[in-house]
């Protein structure tokens, strides 16, 4: 019954990412950390994340900004591989309060990055990428976070989405790299991220016909949502232990 709940949940955060350009992690994680603990699904969520990101570059290939996905990996990507040595140093319960906290932490933040409507460059991609790939390796995913900034640099709908998703298959491939190097993945966690990547990767082909018709406002919403729901769940679940 885990393996159907979740590949149900994944199906629906699989349309969700491929609408908004992030929640698939918001959603599926809680589920993940209930059935197989926080250490564990941190690398099953990174397979599906990169299955799940493969569904929205191939729905958008043509629509890739490939200097703005250059310029953010190429300090995202060692920050990625600091963060998963991080993560792999700090106790279960301590990932499991740490992913809550920031999940809610980052409702305020996003809205106050919205407000500021600065254009940036690359150059302010190259500089933010490396704090959020190291966030990245210990939090599972900062699309809150990566929404703003790419919409920032002027990505929209199908644009953003490609390029965004880009940016993130390599990020997380840098973590599967550095997890297989300390030993935190197993046959049994590679197998449990391909299930999950299957369903997100199914939910982002079935969200493109919508995405155009997504509101400002609902977007919004269904973010900080996603956010306060999954913290509250992970931040419950750390509480419980």
Request: with cysteine.
């Amino acid at each position: 019954m885990e393996y159907v709940l979740v590949l149900a949940v994944g199906v629906a955060a699989g349309m969700l990412s491929g609408i908004i350009g992030t929640g698939s992690s918001m959603m599926l994680m809680p589920v993940l950390v209930i059935f197989f603990g926080p250490q564990q699904a941190v690398p099953i969520m990174a397979i599906g994340a990169i299955m799940g990101n493969l569904g929205k570059i191939a729905a958008w290939w043509r629509e890739i900004d490939w200097r703005a996905c250059g310029a953010y990996c190429l300090t995202a990507v060692p920050g990625a591989a600091l963060g998963v040595h991080t993560l792999l140093a700090l106790p279960a319960r301590a990932v499991e309060i740490a992913l809550g906290v920031f999940f809610v932490a980052m409702i305020p933040t996003r809205r106050w990055l919205a407000r500021r409507s600065v254009k940036f460059s690359l150059l302010h991609l190259a500089l933010i990428g490396g704090p959020v790939g190291f966030l990245t390796g210990i939090v599972v995913s900062t699309g809150p976070i990566t929404v703003p900034v790419f919409t920032s640099y002027g990505l929209e709908r199908g644009a953003f989405l490609a390029t965004e998703a880009a940016g993130s298959l390599a990020v997380y491939g840098t973590k599967i790299a550095a997890f297989k190097e300390f030993g935190a993945l197993p046959a049994g966690v590679v197998f449990q991220g391909l299930i999950a990547g299957a369903a997100l990767m199914t939910g982002s082909f079935f969200a493109k016909s919508i995405v155009v018709r997504m509101a400002p406002s609902t977007f919004k919403l269904l973010v900080d949502g996603l956010m306060l729901s999954s913290g509250l769940s992970l931040l419950w679940a750390a509480a419980g232990q």
